[in-house]
Every structure is written in C-alpha cells, then in structure tokens.
C-alpha cells in the first residue's frame, strides 16, 4: 500500500563469520505471477512458497478487488479461485500497488482487453516511474489511459471492449513490458507476437504453458520471437514457489565479503534469465558452488554455497548479461568495493528506472562510505579498495527502494566503520525476514538513528 509509514533507520556493524543456512522467502516475480494467472484460471490453484511480502500482498489485494478469492492458508499456503480470463470484475476503488512495479504493470496488462475502468496509484517511487512503456503497448490493443504528465500513476486504463492480437517489439529490455502484453494478449482473439531483442526473464512464458496456455518461444535475427494464442480456458494450477535468487544475492554476496563465512542458501530458483549475478560472482573469484542441481516447477533450481573469497577481482561485466542480473547491481557494487581494480558495469540504463535511480542511488552511497564510483547515462564503475579497505561510517539515503536499504546493510557488514540506511522498512516489500535472517547467521544489523 502506499507509503511506509515514519521512516525505519537501521545500520549495520562489521561481525564477525556469518555461518549457517540462509532460508531466503519465495520469488518475487514468480508470486506475482501465480497470483494473476490464479486469479486468471477457472477453478483453484494452490500456491505454496508464496513470498508474503508487501508488493505480493498487494496484488493478492487486487486480485481480490478483481473478483478472485484470495485466501492465505498461513506459512506460506495460498489458493485463489480465479474468476477466467476476461472475467475480471470492476474493483470498486483505485487499486493501490504500493512499491511495486512488477505488480502494477502485470495487473495493468492482465485487465487491459476487458471491458472495465480500473485506476492504479502506488507510493512515492512507483508513482515517480514510467508506465507509458505498458501503456502503449495497450493502446493497440484498444485500452485507453489518462495519467499524470509523462506517463505517471496514478493512472486510469479503460480495457479494451472488443480487443485485437497486437505483434509488439519491446523498446527496452523488460520483462514487465513483455508480461503485460502477454497477459493482454490472454483475452485478443488470435495470437499476440512480443519480440524482445534481448532476452528478459522468462517466468511468464513458462507460467503460462503451465496454465495450459498455448506459448511459443523463438530465438529469431530479430531477437526471442514469444507467440501466445488468445482466449485459452487456463487450467488452475498446484505452484510451488521457488526462493527468491534475488533475495539469495544478498546472503551469498555477505558471506564472500566478511572474513570466515560458510553459508549454505538451499532451493534457489536458477532460471538462467535470473542467475547472472552468480556467473559474474565466480568471475571475480568468489568461492561460490551450486550443490543438488534440479528441476522443480519447471525452474531449475539449486543449493548455493557461498564461503569469503579473499581476493575478489574486479572484473568488466558482460553487458549482454545485464537483464539476467538486472536487480543485483546494487549488491554487486557493494562486492566490486571489496574487490581489487576495477568492475565495469555497462548497457544498465534500466537501473535508472527502478524502484530509485539505483545507479545514483549507491554511487552517492559508495562515495559517502570512501569508495570512488564514476557513473554515466548508461554505465558505472566501482573502483575497488580491496579486502579489509573500506572505511564505511556514513548513513545512506535509501530511497525507498529495498535492494538500495539491504545493499548498504551488507556493506556496513565488512566496512571498518558502520554503515546506516536513513530506512529500512522498504526491505519488507521484497525479503520481510532480512533483519533475523541475517542476524541468525551472524549479522549486527540493529535499529535507530
Ligand atoms: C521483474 C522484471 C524486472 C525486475 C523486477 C521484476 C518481473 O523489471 O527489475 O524486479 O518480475 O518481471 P523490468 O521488467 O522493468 O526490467
């Protein structure tokens, strides 16, 4: 919902080996995206591993506002009966997002070929964030949108009452642009084509051939050619949630930078759309292993082990990989702080568009705790102070944004001075369980000014 109430400051003080297991929440995208297609399905799906933080919960709320029966069975357990595709109800009120992008643009797209006027706001951030990359797209099919200058929330989309498949090239490389139109193309006639020329997380797609969907995917000159045919009946689904690899980057990125750690991240999702942050980690010499690769769900996934890595190198990111790690560059700056020489990290416009201007978020942060950082448009390089060099001691402003909050709390873990965040409670819109997560492997993370 929107705001966060009065601000959360936390900090975070160098400890000593952070060792035991890491049981990090669900994915944030995947719980998003059962909670939709549920909703979107006839009949009841059960979800278990549903992250229970605030951007979830809130689309759990919408889909509610929507007609679903949401219902929490507790640790974890949710079912929906889902209503069918084209069988969203017009909510009675503004459906609130809060903090969530992902949220806000996935509903968008799922009500936008129905013959309903629904109008979304968020907090702060999400109203500051660009919606005319969905907005657009929409408009072919025949959704209307009235918004704020420039494409804000909040915002009205009146569906589209007899919609049309729509072929739609993604301008940027975003799997929420990707994913609304998908999900608007669930209730076209005919098949809707989405073709983006770099290749974003894949969650949706395979979510949808899961649901019975019929959903092709084709690596084409023109980049992955994505083919949905319209108006299917989706079968309810059992989903088990795999944990988020996102939320996992924080515990693995900790133990590579405090002296000693050992620390054991069990049943992470290692989609290779998501998993770049680990490909690049072990590049600059982490000492970081998968154990008991499987399948589940239809996502790989794997136990992950992360032990201090001494001498961390600074490398130059493959930007080809950037949307496969695209929410792991703020915790990756703060590993590329304690590396030697330089990390490179190009093709990262989209950073400016997140929940804050993540690039300006933690370079001002980095400088302020003795870390030279240079930054352009589309780029940023850490330089790098090596183990045991980063003098830390400043408080940083965390914009809202939780992957900004937790980032400077991992710093603070290795710094030779604490490190502040002026609040914290943004952390419970992705990982609620941050703070006694971190402190049960040893972290000194505590609260106040
Ligand atoms: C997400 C896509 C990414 C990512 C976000 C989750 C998704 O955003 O940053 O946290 O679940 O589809 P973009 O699509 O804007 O790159």
Redesign the pocket.
């Known amino acids: 919902m929107s705001g966060h109430g009065n601000p959360i400051p936390m900090s975070s003080a160098k400890c000593g080996p952070l060792t035991g297991t890491a049981n990090v929440p669900g994915d ?2 995947i719980s ?2 059962a909670l939709i297609l549920g909703a979107m399905a006839v009949g009841e799906t059960r979800i278990t591993g549903l992250l229970e933080g605030e951007d979830v919960l809130d689309t759990a709320r919408a889909m509610r506002a929507f007609g679903a029966e949401v219902t929490d069975h507790g640790g974890g357990a949710w079912s929906v009966h889902g209503v069918g595709v084209g069988g969203f109800a017009e909510p009675e009120n503004v459906i609130d997002c809060g903090n969530s ?2 949220g806000v ?2 509903i968008m797209g799922a009500m936008a070929t129905s013959p309903i006027t629904v109008t979304f706001t968020g907090d702060a951030s999400l109203n500051m964030r660009p919606m005319a990359r969905v907005t657009d797209p929409l408009a072919l099919f025949g959704a209307q949108t009235v918004g704020r200058v420039g494409g804000r929330l909040p915002m009205t989309i009146v569906g589209a009452r007899d919609p049309v498949p729509v072929r739609y090239t993604v301008p ?8 609304a139109v998908l999900l608007a193309g669930l209730n076209a006639p005919g098949q809707t084509v989405v073709i983006e020329r770099e290749a ?2 894949d ?2 797609e395979r979510m949808l051939a899961g649901f019975g969907a019929v959903v092709t995917s084709e690596d084409t000159d023109e980049g992955r050619v994505i083919t949905l045919t319209g108006q299917p009946e989706l079968t309810p689904q059992t989903i088990t949630v795999p944990r988020d690899p ?1 939320s996992a980057a924080f515990a693995v990125c900790a133990a590579l930078i405090v002296p000693g750690s050992d620390v054991l991240v069990p049943n992470i999702g290692l989609n290779p759309t998501r998993a770049g942050l680990f490909t690049t980690l072990r590049e600059m010499g982490a000492d970081l292993s998968y154990e008991n690769e499987r399948l589940e769900g239809g996502e790989p996934v794997a136990d992950l082990r992360a032990r201090f890595s001494q001498d961390l190198k600074g490398i130059e990111v493959d930007p080809a990989r950037a ?1 496969s790690m ?2 792991e560059y703020p915790i990756l700056s703060v590993v590329a702080a304690f590396a030697t020489g330089a990390t490179i990290m190009r093709g990262v416009a ?1 950073l400016r ?2 929940e804050s201007d993540r690039i300006d978020a933690m370079a001002t942060g980095l400088r302020a705790n003795g870390v030279e950082v240079e930054e352009g448009e589309d780029w940023w390089i850490v330089h790098g102070r090596g183990h045991g060099a980063v003098p830390g001691g400043a408080t940083c402003a965390s914009h809202l944004d939780h992957r900004i909050a937790m980032s400077f709390l991992i710093l603070g873990m290795a710094a030779n001075a604490d490190v502040g965040v002026d609040d914290g409670g943004p952390i419970a819109t992705s990982f609620p369980i941050f703070e006694p997560l971190m402190a049960g492997l040893g972290a000194n993370i505590s609260r106040g000014a």
């Open positions: 944030k995208s998003h995206r992008g992902t643009r996935l940027v490389p975003s799997a929420q642009v990707k994913s974003t997380r969650h949706s996102s949307a695209i929410d989209e568009v997140k």
